[in-house]
């Protein structure tokens, strides 16, 4: 009985063993499976609409590589030379002879050897930016303007996103140039101690700014740490508080006079000088009409006059009856306008009319001589 037992067993094994070699056979029918070394690492940069990758391959017998993505949709064959296996190779996809669009993808990357033999797959899960992440982005918002001479002082709100890096400011300079300058985010960052915590507030201070011409800015995003294009919120325009934009621009008048040598023009009005004898605008003492017409060289929203007039140098020339008036479609069209006004100083706020010329208008009559230091009209670029 013993014997007959072992016999059966024996024979079980041998059959499992033969059962066995079915299985490796299946495998084995066509020779054995031979493996290519696989891309070692992936480094990914990625761009709006463009993508680069910085791979190694340490494998020396590797000679094709093929990427795919979009589920296999779409693939890039590349020839891969005689490396040293620590130095990477670049591939850029997309603005150049290969298209992507904006989306995440999963890229398979295989690799072959001159025999046919491949590698097994490796993974690398990337996105590419575009349209659709910018259209997303907001801009900073801003708490408070305060504008002083030639300065702007911006306080911001905290940045809205964690992929901010900055803030471009776009402005024209006193020295009449378009300057576009980028501002980091941390370096508008001030930190206060408050009974032993630390606060955190935003500033940013411009200098040399003409205050009489547009400011706008916009944010930059950097949406990951190593992607090569930065993107933009849409440019907005800052709402800086009324300044004079008459300031250094020129006048022309109707007449003037010349006293101790100097030409008593209309410029002098402009030149920022609210006091003296040699910067103010004088006219002839003919009792007819005068006028000085400024050219802010560009068109603004103007909301404001004020004026520093000489009333005591003869007691019967007060100049009571004047216009302030802007030119609008060629026609001037009143925005003061005074029948018995006679101390120095005037300052008129009015409905904002966009305008690129402004006319002070005195009407002919007896002792209408005009004495004025300084004309200035505020208001702000029109949109």
Known sequence: MKKILYLFCLGLLVWSCEKMNDTHDEYLKNGEIVYVGKVDSVIVYPGSERIVFDYWIGDPRV??????????????????????????????????????????????????????????????????????????????????????????TLNWSASLNSQEIGLEMSYTNTSGQKVVETIDSEDIIVRTEVSGVIKESYVMKLRKVDLAQAVSYR????????????????????????????????????????????????????????????????????????????????????????????VSSNAAQLQPQFKVQADVGGNWVDLVSETNYTSAIYDKQFT???????????????????RMFELAVYGKPAD
């Open 63 to 152: 000679k094709t590589l093929k990427m795919y993505w979009a589920n296999k949709k779409d693939s890039l064959t590349i020839n891969v030379p005689e490396h040293e296996p620590e130095i990477p190779f670049t591939i850029q996809i997309g603005k150049n002879d290969k298209t992507i669009t904006e989306n995440t993808f999963t890229f398979e990357w295989v690799t072959w050897d001159d025999k046919g033999n491949r590698s097994i797959v490796f993974e690398k899960t990337a996105t590419v930016y575009g349209p659709r992440y910018n259209e997303r982005l907001n801009n900073r918002v801003i708490s408070s303007v305060i504008a002083v001479g030639d300065s702007i």
């Open 219 to 310: 944010t930059v995003y950097l949406p990951e740490p190593t992607a090569i294009d930065q993107f933009y919120a849409k440019k907005q325009n800052i709402e800086l508080p009324p300044v004079n934009v008459a300031l250094n621009k020129t006048a022309t008048q109707s007449d003037f006079i010349n006293s101790g040598g100097v030409d008593l023009v209309g410029n002098l009005l402009l030149d920022g000088i609210t006091s003296g004898n040699t910067s103010r605008w004088v006219t002839d003492d003919s009792h007819k009409e005068h006028w000085v017409i400024i050219d802010l060289k560009g068109e603004y929203a103007v909301n404001g006059v004020k004026m520093w007039r000489d």
């Open 352 to 370: 904002a009319t966009v305008t690129s010329k402004i006319r002070y208008y005195v009407p002919a009559y007896t002792n209408n001589r005009v």
